[in-house]
């Protein structure tokens, strides 16, 4: 599986963003499918999850209420609906994939094989 993100950039505090990322493979929906951040430094942090056959979603408590993940399967592309946007979200937006990952392991980077380059989010206060 190859993912490609791409939607970010540079916005103000409160305004929105939507991030894309799509996939190639002939089963997508047989994957769930993450976004992680990541600042200099730093591990790679959970955003949200979008679990595989219609499985559910999942989100860090910091972007609760705020973001939106949401997939296409015949377009092979996962979004993240980011909304009301704070300074403390910037960051390197990265896709993922995953086969076989059991819901209690979503939250975890170690449980994705496949990821994708990242995309910048920077929020200007």
């Known amino acids: 599986v190859q993912l490609q993100a791409s939607g970010g950039g540079l916005v103000q505090a409160g305004d929105s963003l939507r991030l894309s990322c799509a996939a190639s493979?002939?089963?997508?929906?047989?994957?769930?499918l993450g976004w992680f951040r990541q600042t200099p430094g730093k591990e790679r942090v959970f955003v949200a999850a979008?679990?595989?056959?219609?499985?559910?979603?999942s989100y860090s408590d910091s972007v609760k209420g705020r973001f939106t993940i949401s997939r296409d399967n015949a377009k092979n592309t996962v979004y993240l609906q980011m909304n009301s946007l704070r300074p403390e979200d910037t960051a390197i937006y990265l896709c993922?994939?995953?086969?076989?990952?059991?819901?209690?392991?979503?939250?975890?980077?170690?449980?994705?094989?496949?990821w994708g380059q990242g995309t910048l989010v920077t929020v200007s206060s």
């Open positions: 493979g002939r089963t997508f929906r047989g994957y769930t």
């Open positions: 979008s679990s595989r056959y219609g499985g559910g979603t």
């Open positions: 993922a994939a995953g086969a076989s990952i059991i819901s209690s392991a979503v939250y975890s980077s170690a449980a994705y094989a496949y």
